[in-house]
């Protein structure tokens, strides 16, 4: 059975960080692409990140640009995301896809999702 699992979320203070965890099984993470996205309430789904298979690519969303970092572990079957330098507006529903390969910008392309994690930040 093909599964995602996020972990790692909580609540932390402005100015804090989180790591969170996308652990994949049934499948291995060696051929796909891997994207964070978040949902907030009233608000639509919005692309974070993704890490691609081929090379390592990276891709961030502006609003998350160096304050963010992707990072993969094929050994662990497991992508990260180090999400620091929190901010209120990045309190959402963070989710972790898989596309096979490549990266792509549209999150209509991933397959596999999680059931994703809540992030909030607040004080």
């Known amino acids: 059975q093909v599964q995602l699992v996020e972990s790692g979320g909580g609540l932390v203070q402005p100015g804090g960080s989180l790591r969170l965890s996308c652990a994949a099984s049934?499948?291995?993470?060696?051929?796909?692409?891997i994207g964070w996205f978040r949902q907030a309430p009233g608000k639509e789904r919005e692309g974070v990140s993704c890490?691609?298979?081929?090379?390592?690519?990276?891709y961030y969303a502006d609003s998350v640009k160096g304050r963010f970092t992707i990072s993969r572990d094929n050994a662990k079957n497991t992508v990260y995301l180090q999400m620091n330098s929190l901010k209120p507006e990045d309190t959402a529903v963070y989710y972790c896809?898989?596309?096979?390969?490549?990266?792509?910008?549209?999150?209509?392309?991933?397959?596999?999702w999680g059931q994703g994690t809540q992030v909030t930040v607040s004080s």
């Open positions: 049934g499948f291995t993470l060696d051929y796909y692409a």
């Open positions: 890490i691609s298979s081929s090379d390592g690519s990276t």
């Open positions: 896809a898989a596309l096979f390969y490549y990266c792509s910008g549209d999150a209509n392309d991933f397959g596999s």
